[in-house]
Nanobody, 122 residues
Framework: QVQLQESGPGLVKPSQTLSCTAS????????MGWFRQAPGKEQELVAA?????????YYPDSVKGRFTISRDNAKNTVYLQMNSLKPEDTAVYYC????????????????WGQGTQVTVSS
């Protein structure tokens, strides 16, 4: 059984890091992504990293330069470092796994975590 378990601080400071530990899948062969969904808004991809060494990454303009995705294959864990957080970053954040080399489209992800709330106060 595949499980993706996110952990995060909830109410965040200007900079925080989320982590997601995977089990039940071949982590090194999985591209990983972080999505978020704010109330009343569509779910959006905020970061993606390629499989194996994670050489390739992707960020939308909304977070580029502020968020960094990384992976530790020895720990089966993917991280999302978030800097310069803004109130508009408030959302439920999900990690997801894909069998693709790197996955930008939501439809390419087939395993999802349960989500962790991130709240940024003004």
């Amino acid at each position: 059984q595949v499980q993706l378990q996110e952990s995060g601080p909830g109410l965040v400071k200007p900079s925080q890091t989320l982590s997601c530990t995977a089990s039940g899948l071949t982590f090194t062969r999985s591209a990983m992504g972080w999505f978020r969904q704010a109330p009343g808004k569509e779910q959006e991809l905020v970061a993606a990293i390629s499989d194996w060494t994670g050489t390739n990454t992707y960020y939308p303009d909304s977070v580029k330069g502020r968020f960094t995705i990384s992976r530790d294959n020895a720990k089966n864990t993917v991280y999302l470092q978030m800097n310069s957080l803004k109130p508009e970053d408030t959302a439920v954040y999900y990690c997801a796994a894909s069998p693709a080399v790197i996955a930008i489209g939501r439809e390419l992800y087939n395993q999802w975590g349960q989500g962790t709330q991130v709240t940024v106060s003004s």
